[in-house]
């Protein structure tokens, strides 16, 4: 449904997008996962054809946006980062306007404006400025306008971004609600809101497409090394020399906690289970542990990794599967 390939995105000499490569399959709620910066709206701009790329194609449904943008704009509804609202016009004014430019037919409009301000719940306030809104309701103003029309694919860069809580909660589920008919594409740079919302997640990173793959397929890619927690009075450097010959671990990071202890966490070789024999050669070096449990690894560590570190661990880079991953496999 939508193919980005070999995307770049150049502002002066920075490299704000580095050669992505993905593809977004029709009925999935899809996450753009990156910390600020890692060139999530730049793609999301070039993707809906407001901005262009130095390089690459995006092919919505096998047309090129940088080619006919209009064309494939009408695919495409868009709630920017900073949704384009005149602020002076009422909400209904404002969607009337927007139904008028996306060709919306005159007989539908009324309708169909209707239903998406009860939809996004913004009918109480229709008649009000967009300028006496708080944060909350402009946003979503921005996802009604998105909305209009029903297109194949919403985009949505960083849609929760100022709302509260309990808003928060409103839009995910809208999000849900919207996913069942449309192809959701969202923006964040909260891992907890991608997890909770999307099918699928696109963790990038410095402008590089850095992992891309079910949340729980990418907590199992990492899950394998696991890790075992301690904590004991012993030093340090006596933590590491007991340690020294217990087969099947990988590494040993230590600290000292706010109560003068040792915490270590003691990293596992993948497939290996060390914690008996981790607290036998503390027993035999009578040093009592006074805590031994064991941690997996959470999506929030893959996240972290992925996203830290410069280098990217091979295993993630050539995980793109799309054919194993798509309901729609064999469509494309
Ligand atoms: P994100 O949405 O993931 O936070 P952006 O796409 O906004 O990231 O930005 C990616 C990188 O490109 C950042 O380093 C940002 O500073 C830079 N950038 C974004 N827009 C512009 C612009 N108009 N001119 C110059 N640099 C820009
Ligand atoms: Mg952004």
Request: aromatic share 6%; net charge negative.
């Amino acid at each position: 449904m939508i193919e980005v390939r070999n995307l770049v995105k150049k502002y002066g000499t920075h490299l704000a997008v580095d050669h992505l490569d993905f593809k977004i399959e029709s009925g999935r709620i899809y996450g753009f996962l990156g910390p600020n910066g890692a060139g999530k709206s730049t793609t999301m701009n070039i993707m809906t054809g407001y901005l262009g790329a130095t390089e690459g194609e995006v092919l919505i449904d096998g047309q090129d946006i940088l080619k006919e943008p209009e064309e494939a704009k009408k695919h495409i509804g868009y709630l920017p980062e900073q949704p384009p609202l005149y602020v002076d016009m009422t909400v209904r004014e404002y969607l009337e306007f927007v139904a008028e430019l996306k060709g919306i037919a005159r007989a539908k409009r009324e309708e169909e404006i209707t239903e998406i301000e009860k939809m996004v719940k913004i009918w109480e306030v229709e008649n009000r400025l967009i300028k006496n809104l708080s944060k909350g309701y402009r946003q979503r103003v921005g996802l009604a306008q998105a909305i209009l029309g029903f297109p194949e694919i919403i985009i949505l860069d960083e849609p929760s971004v100022g709302l509260d809580p309990k808003q928060i909660i409103e839009i995910r589920d809208l999000i849900r609600k919207l996913a069942k008919k449309h192809t959701v594409i969202l923006s964040s740079h909260i891992l907890a809101e991608v997890r909770e919302v999307c099918d699928y997640i696109l963790i990038i990173s410095k402008g590089k497409l850095v992992a891309s793959d079910t949340p729980e397929n990418l907590e199992k890619m990492l899950g394998e090394n696991n890790a075992i927690e301690i904590e004991t009075g012993a030093s340090p450097s006596e933590v590491r020399l007991i340690l020294k010959n217990v087969p099947g671990i990988e590494a040993i990071q230590t600290q000292i906690n706010g109560e003068g202890m040792t915490w270590a966490k003691i990293t596992e070789k993948k497939g290996e289970d060390a914690r008996e024999r981790v607290f036998m050669a503390f027993a035999a070096a009578k040093t009592p542990l006074l805590t031994l449990k064991t941690t997996g690894t959470t999506l929030e560590d893959v996240f972290m990794e992925l996203t830290q570190s410069d280098t990217v661990p091979e295993a993630f880079i050539s995980k793109t599967k799309w054919e194993e991953v798509g309901r729609d496999a064999g469509d494309l």
